[in-house]
C-alpha cells in the first residue's frame, strides 16, 4: 500500500526539476512505487559492495534480536527462578534501566582510549557472557539477575556505539534505507523465536539469544579484520 501511494521527495533534485523542466518533475511524482523500488535496490547494491556495512547490519540485526527476545523474556525467566513468590518487577524494571543508564554513561569515556570497533567487539564478548550465564545458572536467583543487569549495561554501550558505526561506515545518502533494511532480519529473528517460544521454553529461548550474540560478536570481529577506511563521501 505505501509503495502504491506514497510519493518519493526528491528534495533538492525535484525543486530543480520545478524549475528547469516542471513537466518532468510531474512525470517523477506520478510512479513513486519504481522510485521506492529503485532508492531501495540503490541501498542494497551499495550494501553488498561493501562487506564493513554488511557487518554492521548483522551486528544491529543479531544484537537487537536477542535484546527483544531478552525483553520478552526475562519475566518468566524471574518467575521461574523464584518459584511461587512475588517478583518485584517494578524494582527489577528500574534496576534494569538504571544498568543501561550505566552502560550508556560508561560509553563516552571508553570511546576516548579505545576505538569503537574494539569497544563494540568487547561489549558484545560480555554481553554474549552474561546471557550465556543466565542461560547456564536459570535457577540461581543472584546469577540470573546479575547477568541480567550486566546484559542491560552492555545495552546502553550499544546504542551510541551503533550509531557511532553507522556515521563511520554508512554513507549519509542512504543511511535511512539501509538501517530500514537491517530491520528486516531483526524482526525475522524475533517472530521466529517468539512463535516457538513453547516449543523452545525459557531455555530455548535464552539460548537462542545466546547464538543471536555470539554470531554478532563474529561479525564484529569480521569488521575489525577490515582496513579502518571510515567515512564514506
Known sequence: ????????NFAADA?????????KALSKSHRPGQ???ATVADAWTKMCADPRILGIGAV??????SMYIFVMQWPPALKAVMRGGDVPFGKVFS????????????????????????LVAGMLAVATGAMGAATACSTSLSAVLSSFFVFEACVGVYFPAIGTLRSLYIPDSH??????????PLN???VA????????????SLTCSTLALKCAFLAQLLLLCRPQTRRHS
Open 15 to 23: 525543486a530543480a526539476d520545478c524549475t528547469s523542466s516542471p513537466g
Open 1 to 8: 500500500v505505501a509503495a502504491s501511494t506514497w510519493q518519493e
Open 193 to 204: 523465536v517468539m512463535l516457538s517460544s513453547k516449543r523452545l521454553g525459557l531455555k530455548g
Open 95 to 118: 534496576c534494569l534501566m538504571a544498568s543501561t543508564m550505566l552502560g550508556s554513561s560508561l560509553f563516552g569515556r571508553l570511546a576516548e582510549n579505545v576505538s569503537v570497533e574494539r
Open 60 to 65: 544491529q540485526a543479531l544484537f537487537e534480536g
Open 175 to 184: 543511511r535511512s534505507r539501509m538501517t530500514a533494511i537491517f530491520q528486516v
Open 35 to 37: 522510485a521506492l523500488l
Open 188 to 190: 525475522l529473528i524475533v
